[in-house]
């Protein structure tokens, strides 16, 4: 069975970087065509792709983001870590970790609970 | 960059049809997904590759796509499939490339 879950600060200041940890069981993140990807969705608002990082720590960002993202893996720990960096009030939203489905597919199988990032001063 | 479009809301009554639309250019020639997400939950896979079914979802679930548009259809509307519904595509011919994701469609069961 595969499980997500989101771990992080609920309160960032304005201009901090944000750190985000997604821990996972029921896959490897070392075997072939794994990936896991960080998908926000502020209050009200759809959802946004941020990052996304395969099995061989290939590594895909949102264009209008990839300044402030980067996204990295602890295979040992079955952990993906974003850090988003500047944070702005504009970021304030739920912050959801997803696993890719089978090598192959392009749609999200899996997802955590989200974590709830507050953006203020 | 690729531009998914979802109406912002559908309504329909229980136990009619509803049609949830995601347009795109070109669409038919992209595998769309879709997604359900009931408030304060997280987004769960319904239709995968334009019409496949995960497991546990019912078969009241459809997709269809073609053209520029991909339907997500419900038969037999249930007062739980109230909900918001994401259309999504891994978009790998334009630039930039990425994950995209419609805007969203809020399905009303009256």
């Known amino acids: 069975q595969i499980t997500l879950r989101e771990s992080g600060p609920t309160l960032v200041r304005p201009t901090q970087t944000l750190t985000l940890t997604c821990t996972f069981s029921?896959?490897?993140?070392?075997?072939?065509?794994?990936?896991v990807a960080w998908i926000r969705q502020p209050p009200g608002k759809a959802l946004e792709w941020l990052a996304f990082?395969?099995?061989?720590?290939?590594?895909r960002y949102s264009p209008s983001l990839k300044s402030r993202l980067t996204i990295t893996k602890d295979t040992s720990k079955n952990q993906v870590v974003l850090t988003m960096t500047n944070m702005d009030p504009a970021d304030t939203a739920t912050y959801f970790c997803?696993?890719?489905?089978?090598?192959?597919?392009?749609?999200?199988?899996?997802w955590g609970q989200g974590t709830l990032v507050t953006v203020s001063s | 960059s690729y531009v998914l479009t979802q109406p912002p809301s559908v309504s329909v009554a229980p136990g009619e049809t509803a049609k949830i639309t995601c347009g795109g250019n070109?669409?038919?020639?992209?595998?769309v997904h879709w997604y359900q997400q009931r408030p304060g939950q997280a987004p769960v896979l319904v239709i995968y590759?334009?019409?496949d079914r995960p497991s546990g979802i019912p078969e009241r679930f459809s997709g269809s796509n073609s053209g520029n548009t991909a339907t997500l259809t419900i038969s037999r509307v249930e007062a739980g499939d109230e909900a918001d519904f994401y259309c999504?595509?891994?978009?790998?011919?334009?630039?930039?490339?990425?994950?995209?994701f419609g805007g969203g469609t809020k399905l009303t069961v009256l």
């Open positions: 997803s696993h890719r489905g089978p090598e192959g597919h392009t749609s999200f199988d899996y």
């Open positions: 029921g896959f490897s993140l070392s075997t072939a065509g794994v990936g």
């Open positions: 990082i395969y099995w061989d720590d290939d590594k």
């Open positions: 070109n669409i038919g020639s992209k595998s």
């Open positions: 590759f334009d019409s």
């Open positions: 999504q595509v891994w978009d790998t011919s334009s630039d930039p490339r990425g994950i995209i």
